[in-house]
């Protein structure tokens, strides 16, 4: 690709800003590289390129030439394409199936499956040699080799932009080589690439520019042909340096004055395969703790392995002094652990339902029901929840799936409500939902916490962590790397922790 403008860009998502202003534009070939914390908008300017999602504001010019880009076909015709983060495989196709889905060869009117196999195990012996079998399924690979797939369907359309977002995240450092042996060699080919990562010694190996995000703004570039490639002038520009979030000041009798002092979540050693690596720590009650980091190091594993929806494959998890056995949902629900989930239209609701129903199901697994139900007790129960949320509308018969995201996550977070939990697992419980939905949540949970519940927090944003919660441990491919409180705990200090500067993988 020539050259590569896009001016002006804006996105917002039911009224939350993704992006503000963004301006990006490089002459190519090129590989660019895109940082920035959390929620900067890496992602979703990269959607925007793609057609995966239509740009409210500004404009997009490929070659010179200005581009309608609304949907992917959009894009493909000027052959930019994405390879996910969040992958788009189809689990129950072969791997050959999902890298040629949709550009199938054909011979006449028959499809050249044989071509098309040869393709695909072309492009992936470039990734991966003699490790992906084509005819296996999706769901029977390894987490490193779906993403090579992910890699591997992008480059089977001989794109002249390849947008690779987080691409490395799930790979080892062999993978990563020879993915960088390839991305040289689509330059050589004239192919521009767009880099996504939080790895700053990947990005000042491979790419030529880098340009920067921050608040879902553009805040500045690199170029590695003027400025030496050095991790430390790129900080500046994804940390700021004016950002300060303050802790909510709240009084909690269980933290300070402490009636039971005593630790009483415990965690000792855990794992869970490679995403999970020797992780102990210990929380009191009313304690709320925060899981910090870059996306994609291991948080959402530690939360589900919490909530009994994944087996830990080593260590122990303690509770009230007792090693607890979770190899379900439900045993962490009689024990009073409760998860409000990462995606609450897969995990968390029953959309085709109502409030009501929504409401109630927990009390089954936890059998607080006879067998003949008491619909009026059931009824006012639901009530009570409805008006600490703060739903809106304020009817328990209104169908989940007509209500806004924030309405949804109330009612997903609201139906704890009705028991005493003794730990509240929060899994980025304010993504996509507004400021006045969110401050809601977090009032709920810091309530809580005041009566002694223990509440972990997994957050993609520092923010919420930094207001919310009395530490906050960092992540880092799987494993605690720093915990924070008090003074320490800043914007700056969990940046600069996740983006992991000294002591990366290339060591």
Excluded at 63 to 86: S, W
Excluded at 448 to 467: A, R
């Amino acid at each position: 690709m020539k050259d590569f403008k896009a001016l002006g860009l804006q996105k917002r998502f039911d009224g939350v800003v993704a992006l503000k202003t963004v301006d990006v534009e490089f002459e190519g070939p090129k590989i660019c590289g895109l940082v920035g914390a959390n929620g900067s908008g890496k992602t979703t300017f990269a959607r925007l390129c793609c057609g995966f999602y239509h740009a409210d504001c500004g404009e997009i010019f490929v070659n010179g030439e200005r581009v309608d880009i609304k949907k992917p076909e959009d894009a493909l015709r000027y052959r930019i394409v994405l390879a996910h983060q969040n992958l788009s495989l189809i689990p129950d196709l072969s791997v050959w199936e999902n890298i040629k889905l949709g550009r199938e060869a054909r011979k006449g009117f028959w499809l050249d499956d044989k071509f098309d196999k040869e393709h695909a195990k072309e492009i992936l012996n470039e990734l991966a040699p003699g490790e992906i079998a084509i005819e296996m399924k999706i769901r029977d690979l390894i987490p490193a080799h779906k993403q090579i797939v992910e890699i591997a369907k992008a480059l089977s359309q001989d794109p002249e932009l390849l947008i690779l977002d987080e691409p490395t995240a799930a790979l080892e450092i062999t993978h990563v080589k020879l993915l960088f042996r390839k991305i040289k060699k689509l330059k050589e080919n004239d192919t521009s690439v767009i880099f996504v990562s939080h790895r700053l010694w990947e990005i000042t190996e491979i790419c030529d520019v880098v340009f920067a995000f921050r608040n879902g703004e553009y805040v500045g570039s690199l170029d590695f042909a003027k400025q030496p490639r050095d991790e430390e002038l790129i900080i500046p520009f994804v940390t700021g340096q004016n950002v300060k979030y303050e802790k909510k000041t709240r009084k909690n009798d269980y933290l300070n004055e402490g009636p039971d002092g005593r630790d009483y979540l415990i965690l000792e050693n855990v794992n869970y395969g490679n995403k999970v690596k020797n992780i102990s720590l210990s929380v009191k009650k009313g304690e709320i703790i925060g899981i910090g980091g870059l996306s994609g190091q291991g948080q959402e594993e530690l939360i589900m392995l919490l909530a009994g929806a994944l087996k830990n494959t080593g260590g122990l998890i303690k509770m009230g002094g007792e090693v607890l056995k979770m190899n379900h949902p439900v045993h962490a629900v009689k024990r009073g652990i409760f998860l409000v989930p990462g995606d609450r239209n897969v995990d968390g609701l029953f959309n085709s339902h109502d409030v009501f129903t929504n409401g109630i199901f927990p009390r089954f697994s936890l059998n607080k029901e006879k067998f003949l139900l008491n619909f009026r007790k059931l009824y006012d129960i639901i009530n009570e929840i409805i008006i600490k949320v703060e739903l809106k509308p304020q009817n328990s018969k209104n169908v989940v799936k007509k209500l806004s995201g924030g309405n949804q996550q109330k009612i997903v977070f609201g139906r704890w409500l009705q028991f005493k939990p003794a730990v509240l697992l929060l899994n980025d419980p304010a993504k996509g939902i507004d400021i006045q939905a969110k401050d809601s949540l977090y009032t709920l949970a810091r309530g809580l916490s005041n009566d002694g519940t223990i509440v972990v927090l997994y957050s993609s944003s520092n923010e919420e962590l930094i207001e919310n919660c009395d530490r906050v441990f960092v992540m880092f491919e799987g494993e605690i790397v720093d915990e924070f409180e008090n003074q320490n705990l800043s914007d700056d200090n969990l940046i600069k922790s996740s983006l992991r500067v000294k002591g990366d993988m290339n060591e």
